[in-house]
Nanobody
């Protein structure tokens, strides 16, 4: 079972940027699809972005609108989420996810059921 630890969250003004990191341990990182979800107070956890095990395919939620970029480095077991042009609506706890199953097209990763491991989450707050 892989363990995931997020870092890089915090408070930022609208229009600013943050870079979230997720460090993985205890598994074969290069075999996992990695992703980011977020959960705002009173709302369900929602998909943000996913990246294939090789890093060759990325998939984003519609609300990202080219503001966020997911990337990974299989040599140091880390995945990142670069977030630019942040909006107050981006305020949420952000979770890193990992999954080693073969589920077909990466678009299927929009569902929380498509992920087997989660980090503890990290707060991102965007002030207006």
């Amino acid at each position: 079972q892989v363990q995931l630890v997020e870092s890089g969250g915090g408070l930022v003004q609208a229009g600013g940027s943050l870079r979230l990191s997720c460090a993985a341990s205890g598994g074969t990182f290069s075999s996992y699809v990695m992703g980011w979800f977020r959960q705002a107070p009173g709302k369900d956890r929602e998909f943000v972005a996913a990246i294939s095990s090789s890093g060759g395919s990325m998939y984003y939620a519609d609300f990202v609108e080219d503001r966020f970029t997911i990337s990974r480095n299989n040599a140091n077991n880390t995945v990142w989420l670069q977030m630019n042009s942040l909006k107050p609506d981006d305020t949420a706890v952000y979770y890193c996810g990992a999954d080693g199953r073969l589920l077909g097209p990466i678009a299927k990763r929009r569902m929380t059921s498509a992920w087997s491991s989660w980090g503890q989450g990290i707060q991102v707050t965007v002030s207006s």
